[in-house]
Each structure stands twice: as C-alpha cells, then as structure tokens.
C-alpha cells in the first residue's frame, strides 16, 4: 500500500488541529479591574450584551445595574466597560486627543467599576443610579 506524502501532512493537521486551537480564557465573575482583583495577565472574556452596537452609555449604564442586581458581575463589569467607551465618544482637536476626559459621566463609570473591582456591589449601584440621574 502506497501513502500520499501530501496525505500524510492533512492527517497531521487534523490531528494537531486541537492542540493548536486554543481559547481565550472566559469567566462570568469581574476581574482584572484593580490590581488586587488582578489573577492573570490576561483579562478573561466576560458574558456579551444583547445590546446593539447603537446602544449608548446610558443603555449600558442600566444593563450594569441590572446584572449586579442579579449578581451577574462579570456581565455588569462588560457593560461598564462598554458604557465607558461610549462617554468617551468626544470630539476634540487632535493635539489634545490624548487628554482625559473631564466629563462628570466617564468619572462616574470609572468609580462604579472601581467599586465592582474591590467587591463592593451596593457601591456600585449607588454611583450607576446617580450617573443615570445625572
């Protein structure tokens, strides 16, 4: 019986297919916000939104809260994360691009995340409330 070298080969890709297809890390609990939250160097994959990507900060501000109400942390901690991009959205000359931002709702979602890192839940539901009302 005769065996194709090139035969062969794609019986070794298949087989190595598996070892070599390797998944980012994911986890359903917050992490990696402050450094005492910190496990890994790699930030683990956090549960989606059903948000659509016209959501805005205060969509993602309410679908924080909500998660956390549920005890969802890690899916509160994605839509922090995503509201906080969204109040980043700004116009601003190009030489002052790299200026943080000023803006009272970016201060806000940056101490509810904080609050979330060091566990503090309640917290962080009282400041996501205020940035709703604000």
């Known amino acids: 019986m005769r065996y194709s070298p ?31 939250d910190t496990r890994s160097d790699i930030a683990p994959a956090l549960p989606g939104s ?3 990507d016209s959501a ?15 005890g969802h942390t890690g899916q509160a901690q994605e839509a922090l994360e995503r509201a906080e991009t969204r109040a980043l959205d700004r116009s601003v ?9 000023s803006s009272p709702l ?3 979602i940056h101490d509810a995340l904080d609050a979330l890192g060091h566990g ?15």
């Open 120 to 134: 503090n839940t309640a917290h962080a539901i009282v400041i996501i409330d205020q940035a709703l009302a604000g």
């Open 56 to 70: 805005g900060a205060h969509d993602y501000l309410k679908a924080a809260r909500e998660a956390l109400a549920a």
């Open 93 to 101: 000359v190009a030489t002052k691009g790299g200026d943080p931002s």
């Open 6 to 36: 090139l035969a062969a080969i794609g019986l070794l890709g298949l087989l190595a297919a598996p070892a070599l297809a390797q998944t980012e890390p994911t986890s359903t609990q917050a992490s990696n916000i402050v450094s005492t």
């Open 50 to 52: 059903a948000l659509g």
């Open 106 to 108: 970016v201060a806000q």
